[in-house]
């Protein structure tokens, strides 16, 4: 019995990976990804959204940027909103 709550267990885990990333994936494979939000307004210059960029840091690579964020959601952080 407990074998098979292990392998459960495992199954969930894994499942749960998998769905982050498909997750953190669509988030950055929209039109424009993250900073389209900024730049749809049109009134900010492009130093403004280098530097939005550079603090939210998503000028890193896409698994450093993953990796960094499932660690914070792991911690409970849900981090700032794009918006």
Known sequence: ?????VQRLMQ???LLL???MIGFAILHLAP???MSQFAAGG????Q???RI???LGLNRA?????AEWLWRMLRGDWGLSYR
């Open 1 to 5: 019995m407990s074998t098979f709550l």
């Open 12 to 14: 969930a885990l894994v």
């Open 18 to 20: 998998i769905v982050s």
């Open 32 to 34: 424009g990804g993250p």
């Open 43 to 46: 009134e900010m210059s492009q």
């Open 48 to 50: 403004d959204l280098d």
């Open 53 to 55: 960029a550079e603090q």
């Open 62 to 66: 896409l698994p450093i940027q993953y």
